[in-house]
């Protein structure tokens, strides 16, 4: 009670074009944020990869991120399709945490596009995960990647965090 909890998943959608949402246990207010779908004829084969840390704010040298910042970080590795000269990453399956708040807010995960034709950064009004001063919070994510193989952390709280991300997997195109 009285927390602000997200979550990921991945749910089919029924044959009205609906999904169902539920709450067990008593009252609550529900967000719900769509990130992308499947299709049966995807463009895009699930790979799974050896768990590896990408990225942990607390051993590097800019440390913690701050309040209303965004670290931008590369999130696969650089294979392209040497024809086209494009990634071959098309998004990750990374799980994102949180700790050491000195606030509470929200950690938003999302593609970089703010290079694709000099166009400016804008965060979604959506989180990745939500967080109380003093916390540490985890949750999957899968940023779409543009051809640079880029995400966005954004901290949208009103104090600094470390931020750690941890890849279990790559969605490849072909």
Do not use: H, K
Not at 81 to 90: I, N, P, R, Y
Not at 120 to 135: D, Q, R
């Amino acid at each position: 009670g009285g927390q602000t909890v997200a979550n990921a998943a991945i749910v089919p959608v029924g044959q009205d074009g609906y999904i169902d949402l539920a709450i067990a246990g008593g009252p609550a207010r529900l967000i719900a944020d769509v990130y992308g779908y499947f299709t049966p004829n995807g463009a895009s084969a699930y790979v799974p990869a050896f768990p590896y840390r990408l990225f942990d704010s607390r051993q590097t040298p800019n440390g913690a991120l701050p309040a209303g910042y965004t670290y931008l970080i590369g999130a696969a590795p650089d294979i392209t399709d040497f024809e086209s000269g494009v990634s071959a990453f098309t998004a990750a399956v990374i799980n994102t945490t949180v700790t050491r708040t000195t606030a509470g807010g929200y950690l938003t995960v999302f593609p970089d596009t703010s290079d694709l034709g000099n166009q400016p950064l804008t965060v979604p009004p959506t989180s990745t995960l939500n967080f109380t001063p003093n916390a540490t919070v985890a949750d999957l994510a899968l940023p779409a990647l543009p051809q640079d193989v880029t995400a966005d952390f954004y901290n949208g709280s009103s104090g600094p965090l470390q931020l750690i991300v941890d890849v279990s997997g790559y969605f490849i195109a072909g």
